[in-house]
């Protein structure tokens, strides 16, 4: 099993991006996406965990988003641990994170056949990746 743990907002997948310029397509967010796999990366190794063996994998993603600031103080009391139902989407949400540990914490996202997410509200924001193997290959 392997818990990691990143502080900060929730990042969604964006689509990618074509720089009529040059002619080439580009991901927009390859520098976040870049600081992100060395963030897991550190973590995995300050914690002494290795990369899961081919096998079938089960991700547990939880994403705890700021609320608004222009939510009124009323509002805010009762927010904590609430549901979020806005954007962005939660898939796009868990394609990013599982694109960034592919080659991190498991060879490939092919061998995930279980995935749980949850969007929650939080004054703390912070990403929980809980990925554990189910089966053989």
Known sequence: MIELLVHGTPIAQQRPRFSPKSGTVFDPQSKAKRVLKMMFT???VDKGLKMLPDGILQV???A???????WPQKRL???EGSHKVTTPD???IAKA?????NGIAYSDDKLIARLICEKRYSFNPRVQIIITQIGEK
């Open 64 to 70: 705890h988003s700021p609320p608004p600031a222009s």
């Open 97 to 101: 994170y599982l694109d960034i540990l």
């Open 90 to 92: 939660i898939d796009n």
């Open 77 to 79: 009391k009762c927010v």
């Open 42 to 44: 550190s973590q995995m």
């Open 60 to 62: 547990e993603l939880y």
